[in-house]
């Protein structure tokens, strides 16, 4: 048991913070612009006043809630 408990302790040791692999800001960046372009055709294809499956309105609204959240990180703590 105490030979568990010591690789256990070894393994939390070594182990990084998960918070580190987070991709870097190019790839966020490079993410942002991949989705402007699938936006800018979403508007595209979509006629204004058009009817549309509910399921892709409550998919627009979460990723609008997502991103807002991001935005509203960025905003609050800027570039660090």
């Known amino acids: 048991m105490n030979r ?3 690789v256990a302790q070894q393994l939390r040791q ?3 913070p998960k918070f580190t692999t987070y991709p870097n800001g190019g790839t ?3 993410q942002a612009a991949n989705m402007i372009v699938q936006l800018q055709s979403i508007i595209d294809a979509i ?3 058009a009817q549309v499956p509910p ?5 627009i609204s979460q990723a609008h809630a997502e991103v807002r959240g991001v935005h509203n990180y960025t905003a609050y703590y800027g570039q660090k």
């Open 14 to 16: 070594t182990r990084q």
């Open 55 to 59: 399921w892709v309105v409550m998919k």
């Open 4 to 6: 568990l408990a010591g």
């Open 28 to 30: 966020v960046k490079s």
């Open 47 to 49: 006629p204004e006043g």
